[in-house]
């Protein structure tokens, strides 16, 4: 099967903010004890931190990782998780005990081994904005106040100058410790905005949007934060987590088109608010929880039984669920004028693309897709204009079997194509066309590729769905690409020069 796309670099969506490949780490599961953090292995640094995982996390290039929740953050209270005194406490969301003995401090630490920057949550469910303003003081000051010099006394002589802090996480969820109705968020959100900032006014506000789009308040609750909050923020979170449930591949491969239509719709509610504030400020989309959740929701994953790090969310991914999660990421490309912020959720062991044994580690499928995009997706997001096939989806439509996106370096004219193949069966063979360069070298391509959906790395076999060379060439001034059936690939080092 044959399709094509053009692109021009003067029809872009703007830089690619490198923050759209960022994670998401919570106390959940063995996402941090017996995850990240692991004291007694050997495979442990003097820190207690996991060095494969460490090494896996430099190779994901993730700009930033928001923490300590996510669900959790909602009932901690962050004071319990510094200094020397370290009680363990029940947590509400998870229903598994936390000892507390990787806190704040911790996680910039390890942060800084694994070369990524914080995002901290604060907590408006049961806490509020005093604590919050004290996380900053604690974080971010140097001065000779309470917050500061318990900081210094724990080791830390200098501010940890943590830039990006989220108000609270899901509010709008009756799961959520705290819950509330928007108008009560969002005055609490405001409050511990003006106050934070107020300690330090060089961070960035994320504010609590909806759940995700199965919410009977999707935009309604985000239309009345926004109204509120304003001119006090910098970006709205958006969550998402995409599932087969309906076990139909041709309808889960159409995913990206039900991520375009959730930023379709916040594009619109971001410029309505706009608009209707006369306002000169923006705020922008932080997309700060996607990934694909579906197989390990229920019973022992809600419930840990008070364990501590017990097996939670540890979901197994397959070819298809990496199919999707690069189309996220094309989504998120496409629309860089709006999506600055974007988070994996999560990280290690909990629906995450990493696990751990006491022994190793395993990459799972998504690993893959998002290492690729993440070492390659530099520059200019060009806008494309597709030609392909499709197929009918009910509730959504036609699908193009063709979803892709681009980066273009403005400085040096390397180029990379970004391409997924939703067919079952067929593979494409893709004519790609930039109207005002010349193709001087076409790269190389990486494919990802498998026999059938459901195929996933394990233990046993852990490189059954991992990166192989692809055929990408020039042929008439155009790249081919080829792109195969229930695939995907990447094509990087392409050199262009202006025409
Ligand atoms: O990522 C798991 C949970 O999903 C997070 O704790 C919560 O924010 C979301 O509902």
């Not at 309906?246 to 608009?275: C, F, H, M």
């Not at 694909?292 to 809600?302: A, F, S, T, V």
């Not at 060009?382 to 400085?411: K, N, R």
Request: hydrophobic share 40%; glycine share 8%; with cysteine.
């Amino acid at each position: 099967m044959e399709a094509s796309v053009r692109f021009d670099t003067n029809f872009n969506a703007g830089m690619i903010d490198r923050r759209i490949f960022s994670g998401f780490l919570e106390h959940l599961g063995r996402a941090i004890y017996g995850g990240v953090f692991d004291p007694d292995n050997p495979l442990s640094n003097e820190d207690g931190f996991r060095k494969d995982v460490i090494d896996a996390m430099r190779d994901l290039q993730m700009p930033f990782v928001r923490y300590p929740g996510g669900n959790f953050v909602s009932n901690y209270d962050w004071r319990d998780g510094v200094g020397p005194d370290r009680k363990g406490f029940p947590d509400f969301a998870w229903k598994a005990t936390e000892p507390n003995l990787f806190g704040t401090d911790e996680f910039v630490n390890w942060s800084q081994e694994v070369g990524t920057k914080p995002m901290l949550a604060v907590n408006l469910g049961t806490l509020g904005a005093s604590e919050a303003a004290a996380l900053v003081e604690y974080c971010n000051l140097n001065t000779e106040t309470h917050w500061a010099s318990e900081r210094r006394r724990n080791g830390t002589p200098e501010p940890h100058n943590i830039k990006m802090w989220c108000l609270g996480n899901e509010m709008d969820g009756p799961w959520q410790a705290g819950h509330m109705p928007a108008e009560q968020y969002a005055l609490k959100a405001r409050n511990a905005a003006r106050l934070m900032r107020g300690i330090d006014p060089t961070i960035e506000l994320v504010a609590a949007g909806s759940s995700g789009r199965f919410m009977p308040t999707y935009m309604e609750w985000d239309r009345t934060v926004l109204e509120t909050c304003w001119e006090d923020i910098d970006y709205l979170s958006a969550h998402r987590y995409a599932n087969n449930t309906a076990n139909d591949t041709p309808a889960y491969l159409s995913e990206g088109l039900v991520i375009d239509q959730i930023l379709d719709d916040y594009s619109g509610l971001l410029s309505y608010v706009k608009a209707l504030k006369k306002s000169k400020h923006d705020v922008y989309l932080s997309f700060d929880e996607w990934n694909i959740w579906y197989r390990e929701r229920g019973g022992k994953n809600r419930d840990g039984e008070w364990q501590v790090g017990p097996t939670q969310l540890e979901e197994i991914y397959n070819l298809e669920d990496a199919l999707v999660c690069a189309q996220f990421l094309n989504s998120f490309i496409r629309r860089a004028d709006l999506v600055k912020v974007a988070c994996l959720a999560h990280i290690v062991n909990v629906i995450a693309p990493i696990l751990t044994s006491p022994h190793g580690l395993l990459f799972q499928s998504i690993y893959h897709p998002f290492q690729l995009y993440s070492q390659k997706a530099h520059g200019l997001s060009l806008t494309p204009s597709v030609t392909s096939e499709t197929y009918e989806v009910e509730d959504v439509g036609d699908v193009p079997f063709l979803d892709v996106s681009a980066a273009y370096d403005p400085e040096n004219g390397d180029t990379s194509l970004f391409l997924v193949n939703r067919s079952t069966d067929h593979d494409l063979d893709v004519n790609v066309e930039i109207t005002d360069v010349h193709l001087v070298e076409a790269g190389i391509s990486k494919v990802l590729t498998g026999d059938a959906p459901q195929v996933a790395n394990s233990w046993i076999q852990p490189s059954l769905i991992s990166p192989v060379d692809g055929n990408v060439s020039i042929q008439d001034g155009t790249f081919r690409v080829e792109v195969p059936r229930l695939g995907m690939a990447v094509v990087s080092g392409a050199k262009t020069t202006k025409r």
